[in-house]
T-cell receptor, first 114, second 115 residues
Framework: KQEVTQIPAALSVPEGENLVLNCSFT??????LQWFRQDPGKGLTSLLLIQSSQREQTSGRLNASLDKSSGRSTLYIAASQPGDSATYLC?????????????FGKGTRLHILP | EAQVTQNPRYLITVTGKKLTVTCSQN?????MSWYRQDPGLGLRQIYY???????DKGDVPEGYKVSRKEKRNFPLILESPSPNQTSLYFC??????????????FGEGSRLTVL
């Protein structure tokens, strides 16, 4: 059974620093991996999606990488800003025969210190 | 505007009183899914549907029902709600066509309290 882990659960960094959030998964047979941002009490906003055949995706200050063989993905945030404070979630999608399941990590709560 | 719409956004009910949370998407997505989010447990999949009249259980389906009679709608039904179903619920949809890479889009969430 696929398990998705995000470490650390919480992270505080000063404004302006570059940072890396980690996501690991136990079964490398994935269809895609998606990173989301969630503000308190709000819905999930998609940040980046990496297909299983891709190694990385970039959007602005964000870069996500995927290493299927080691079961890892990282989300790199450059030049962090207070507005980046939120919970970041990764989700792994698996499509096999009739199944099409999406499994989430528990998230990393990020706080950027002004 | 492309969106996933859930209703109601907030609901307080009592044990045993049947309720339905609606979910509608306007992106012609084949795949729709329901999740619940609880502190310390993260997001867990309740049910999903790969197309009209096709539904499958996720990780926590007990106490819930779903139906997919139309492509755009995927209601979540709690026949006899209990306090342990107090949670934040999210509906999501995505295309299944490989050319769209299966990106998942979420609704704003429905906060349910069962007394």
């Amino acid at each position: 059974k696929q398990e998705v882990t995000q470490i650390p659960a919480a992270l505080s960094v000063p404004e302006g620093e570059n940072l890396v959030l980690n996501c690991s998964f136990t079964d490398s047979a994935i269809y895609n991996l998606q990173w989301f941002r969630q503000d308190p009490g709000k819905g999930l906003t998609s940040l980046l999606l990496i297909q299983s055949s891709q190694r990385e995706q970039t959007s602005g200050r964000l870069n996500a990488s995927l290493d299927k063989s080691s079961g890892r993905s990282t989300l790199y945030i450059a030049a962090s800003q207070p507005g980046d404070s939120a919970t970041y979630l990764c989700a792994v999608r698996q499509r096999e025969n009739r199944d099409d399941k999406i499994i989430f990590g528990k998230g990393t709560r990020l706080h950027i210190l002004p | 505007e492309a969106q996933v719409t859930q209703n109601p956004r907030y609901l307080i009910t009592v044990t045993g009183k049947k309720l339905t949370v609606t979910c509608s998407q306007n992106m012609n997505h084949e795949y729709m899914s329901w999740y619940r989010q609880d502190p310390g447990l993260g997001l867990r999949q309740i049910y999903y549907s790969m197309n009209v009249e096709v539904t499958d259980k996720g990780d926590v389906p007990e106490g819930y029902k779903v139906s997919r009679k139309e492509k755009r709608n995927f209601p979540l039904i709690l026949e006899s709600p209990s306090p342990n179903q107090t949670s934040l619920y999210f509906c999501a949809s995505s295309p299944r066509d490989d050319s769209y890479a299966g990106e998942l889009f979420f609704g704003e969430g429905s906060r349910l309290t069962v007394l």
